[in-house]
């Protein structure tokens, strides 16, 4: 699994067209209509913390988890500036530890996509069933099989800005189902001067019916599948898809 190093640095840049208040409200809808109005979410791979940023906002108690040090950095940077209680942790999603159980767990930004072994996603989602409280909601997104093979492909992209350049060449295995996309990275440091930096990236798609499989048997409730954080049924040219499951099997106290 790949952490982000140099391009933590500017991710938030690049990033400034997620709509992270649309995604936050579409996740807060959803813990809302299972009666999580409050207390402590896990927030798995939060990168810069943006969405724990929202979440915080919005009265929860948050917990992030990345394994990305230098994204982490960002986000305590971040945490202090806004005066903001969010934990983060540097751990690896596929054998996180927390000291007790959360009311739900959150892995948005295709976070989930960075696990490329079928067996180590169901030990993800062991993980999340075992940390959720009973009836606690998991909900996470993923990029689509139809985005790996048409839009991104065998494409290259690049994107120039005064403080930071890019550029991205993706491949994209279909018999395997892995992406890998190698970025290129030009990032301002002196008034005329910028630093060259490489990062190879790697990620698999998934489809419904492998989630549905790999969740229910780490013990979940399946309980569907949407077009990113709405309540609508996936298209077939869907880039985005957002997957809700609820712990099963604890009893409440």
Not at 2 to 16: G, K, L, P, R, W
Not at 48 to 70: F, H, K, P, V, W
Request: some cysteine; glycine content about 6%; charged content about 30%.
């Amino acid at each position: 699994m790949e952490a982000y190093t140099s391009f933590a640095q500017v991710y938030d840049i690049f990033m400034d067209n997620v709509p992270y208040q649309e995604w936050a409200d579409g996740i807060i809808k959803q813990l809302k209509k299972y009666k999580i109005e409050d207390g402590l979410i896990l927030d798995l791979g939060c990168g810069t913390g943006r969405l724990c940023e929202e979440l915080t906002s919005q009265g929860y108690d948050m917990i992030g988890i990345d394994n990305a040090e230098e994204m982490l950095l960002v986000a305590m940077e971040n945490r202090t500036e806004h005066q903001l209680d969010i934990l983060y942790l540097l751990q690896d999603m596929r054998e996180f530890e927390l000291y007790g159980t959360v009311r739900a767990v959150i892995s948005i930004c295709d976070s989930i996509n960075y696990i490329l072994e079928s067996e180590e996603l169901l030990r993800v989602f062991q993980l999340v069933n075992n940390y959720l409280d009973p009836g606690g909601i998991f909900l996470f997104d993923l990029n689509t099989i139809y985005k790996y093979e048409t839009l991104l492909a065998d494409h290259s992209f690049s994107e120039n800005r005064e403080e930071c350049s890019f550029i991205w060449e993706n491949e994209y295995d279909q018999e395997k189902k892995l992406n890998a996309y190698e970025l290129t990275l030009f990032v301002k440091e002196e008034e005329e001067l910028y630093r060259k930096y490489e990062e190879t990236h790697f990620q698999r798609a998934y489809s419904v019916e492998e989630i549905k499989g790999l969740l229910e048997e780490a013990g979940m409730e399946y309980l569907g599948v949407f077009e990113a954080f709405t309540e609508e049924k996936p298209k077939t040219d869907s880039e985005r898809v957002f997957f809700l499951a609820r712990e099963k099997g604890k009893r409440r106290a």
